[in-house]
């Protein structure tokens, strides 16, 4: 069983900066891929990114390449989602997910954290 817990959500203008945090429970966080996927209001959950249980191999997605980086500290238990210039379509809930596994990937995941909200204004 993993907990997810995230974090570090909030309001910022078009072009700012924000970094998301995502403390796990669980002895074998090294073991599960860790991904970040967010969901704006009338819309459907979208993945984000995501990065192999070692957080050697990562996997973004196209809307944010370039301007989100996802990475991992296993002697913490955390994950981080570190986003630039950011843009009023980037407002959404933002959501961590752990799977097992090695496939780093868009699906599969077992476990959910329950959201931090991120707004950015234009």
């Known amino acids: 069983q993993v907990q997810l817990v995230e974090s570090g959500g909030g309001v910022v203008q078009t072009g700012g900066s924000l970094k998301l945090s995502c403390a796990a429970s669980?002895?074998?966080?090294?073991?599960?891929?860790m991904g970040w996927f967010r969901q704006a209001p009338g819309k459907e959950r979208e993945f984000v990114a995501a990065?192999?249980?070692?957080?050697?191999?990562?996997y973004v997605a196209t809307p944010v390449q370039g301007r989100f980086t996802i990475s991992r500290d296993n002697t913490k238990n955390t994950i981080y989602l570190q986003m630039n210039s950011l843009k009023p379509e980037d407002t959404a809930v933002y959501y961590c997910?752990?799977?097992?596994?090695?496939?780093?990937?868009?699906?599969?995941?077992?476990?959910w954290g329950q959201g931090t909200q991120v707004t950015v204004s234009s």
């Open positions: 997910a752990a799977r097992s596994g090695a496939d780093v990937s868009w699906n599969g995941y077992d476990y």
């Open positions: 669980g002895r074998t966080f090294s073991d599960h891929v």
């Open positions: 990065i192999a249980g070692s957080g050697g191999g990562t």
